[in-house]
């Protein structure tokens, strides 16, 4: 799943474009009365206009942000105006993960919107019984389910009894059936929904013979995304305490694979497949050579800046890595990083520092980036020496991109891209 497939979003668009982009991250809904709501629009005005922000994006932002989009308390929403219209509003039904972001300059911040997203993942919810199913195809975090699927199966006959008689045995084979029917058809809804929708994993509950008919009805691509969660929660008086708990578990195991996955490709052929370090990660992007780029969300606290190009290779450190792009702007350089990586249709994942509620933010130095690379590079592998840069996506093999040549004059030392034994006068 790329990190640009957000919702029909066209992130290249709002990334490569240049302009005068105000973009707010801040609280949604926090289930305050009417006055507080007001309250706290009017201080967000006042801290829109100390960042920049000009009044019709302020104005447009706040015309928008108090609407019930049916988000729970506490939420989050993420905003990006210009003049004077709304380009981009999602909510989260999850509380800021970060601090409050407004910001006016000549690219969009995004991070906050990747971190929301990165946890956002498809699943589908299987809830089976002997009469049918609900299915429910979902995205984590999202208050209301993509897609809702009701199956219907045959009622009668239902429960097994004790007739007695020579009728006894014929009856429970007839209740078999039924059951095995409805989940027969259980099992090609799932697997349709499997083939469109892709879901990461698929929580199975109901009792243990059901689940047991469904798994053998259910191909081979669906049973693989398959968890059981040894809970009815069709049966009356049931809770969802343990599927909730099983998803927890399930989707943060699954975030701890993504993240050694990445980890494991970047240490793979002595690290040539990786990048790590901001100047060899801002290297491998110039050169569109990053797979993956994970990053320490812990990064968005730090002060340090980067240069964001109008045109590829899209980051730099400083002006001397610019390679003709048209003039930089300082982002912040998990921004800039993101950016770079969208960009060039690599993937982002987040490293995440999420304490228990309650308990303190760990006090560390983040990570540094790290990424996996699409094709191993030894030049571009780890520690650059301070003050040298990374190589140009077009420089020729074998040139040692922590020692760039000056080209100030080209009839003095020859145009970059001059063939070598040509004379330069002679263009």
């Given at each position: 799943m790329s990190s640009t497939d957000i919702r029909g979003l066209d992130l290249h668009g709002?990334?490569?474009?240049?302009?005068?982009?105000?973009?707010?991250?801040?609280?949604?809904?926090?289930?305050?009365?009417?006055?507080?709501?007001?309250?706290?629009?009017?201080?967000?005005?006042?801290?829109?206009?100390?960042?920049?922000?000009?009044?019709?994006?302020?104005?447009?932002?706040?015309a928008v942000l108090p609407d019930d989009i049916g988000l729970p308390a506490p939420s989050a929403r993420w905003l990006v105006a210009r003049g004077g219209d709304i380009v981009a509003d999602e909510g989260f039904a999850s509380g800021r993960r970060g601090a409050e972001r407004i910001t006016h300059g000549t690219f969009p911040e995004v991070v906050p919107l990747l971190r929301h997203h990165g946890g956002e993942r498809r699943i589908l919810v299987v809830q089976t019984g002997r009469d049918g199913a609900e299915l429910s195809l979902e995205r984590l975090g999202r208050t209301d389910p993509e897609k809702v699927q009701h199956i219907e199966g045959e009622e009668h006959p239902i429960t097994k009894v004790s007739p007695g008689g020579w009728s006894q045995a014929r009856f429970q084979r007839s209740v078999e059936e039924v059951w095995q029917h409805n989940q027969s058809e259980v099992g090609e809804a799932v697997d349709r929904l499997v083939r469109a929708h892709r879901p990461e994993h698929i929580f199975v509950t109901g009792d243990a013979h059901v689940r047991?008919?469904?798994?053998?009805?259910?191909?081979?691509?669906?049973?693989?995304?398959?968890?059981?969660?040894?809970?009815?929660?069709?049966?009356?008086?049931?809770?969802?305490t343990a599927l909730v708990e099983a998803i927890d578990e399930t989707t943060a195991l699954a975030h701890g694979g993504r993240v050694s996955a990445v980890r494991d490709r970047a240490a793979e052929r002595d690290a040539e497949n990786g990048a790590s370090g901001v100047n060899?990660?801002?290297?491998?992007?110039?050169?569109?050579?990053?797979?993956?780029?994970?990053?320490?969300?812990?990064?968005t606290d730090d002060r340090q800046t980067l240069l964001a190009l109008p045109e590829a290779p899209w980051v730099a450190i400083g002006e001397a890595d610019a390679f003709d792009a048209g003039p930089g702007v300082p982002m912040p350089a998990v921004e800039a990083l993101v950016r770079a990586a969208l960009l060039t249709d690599a993937e982002v994942v987040f490293l995440e520092d999420e304490p228990a509620e309650g308990e303190p933010r760990e006090e560390a130095e983040p990570h540094p980036p790290l990424a996996a690379l699409r094709w191993p590079a030894a030049s571009i592998t780890g520690d650059v020496p301070d003050g040298a840069q990374p190589g140009h996506p077009s420089q020729a093999e074998g040139e040692d991109p922590a020692h760039p040549a000056s080209h100030d004059d080209p009839q003095e030392d020859g145009h970059p891209s001059q063939a070598e034994g040509e004379d330069p006068d002679r263009q």
């Open positions: 709002l990334l490569s474009e240049p302009g005068a982009w105000s973009t707010v991250y801040t609280d949604g809904p926090q289930g305050e009365p009417p006055g507080a709501v007001e309250s706290r629009m009017r201080s967000l005005k006042d801290r829109m206009r100390d960042a920049g922000i000009p009044d019709d994006d302020a104005e447009a932002i706040l047991g008919l469904l798994l053998e009805n259910i191909g081979a691509d669906a049973l693989a995304l398959v968890v059981e969660v040894d809970a009815d929660t069709r049966a009356d008086g049931a809770d969802d060899a990660v801002v290297g491998a992007l110039q050169q569109a050579q990053v797979d993956t780029l994970l990053l320490d969300e812990r990064m």
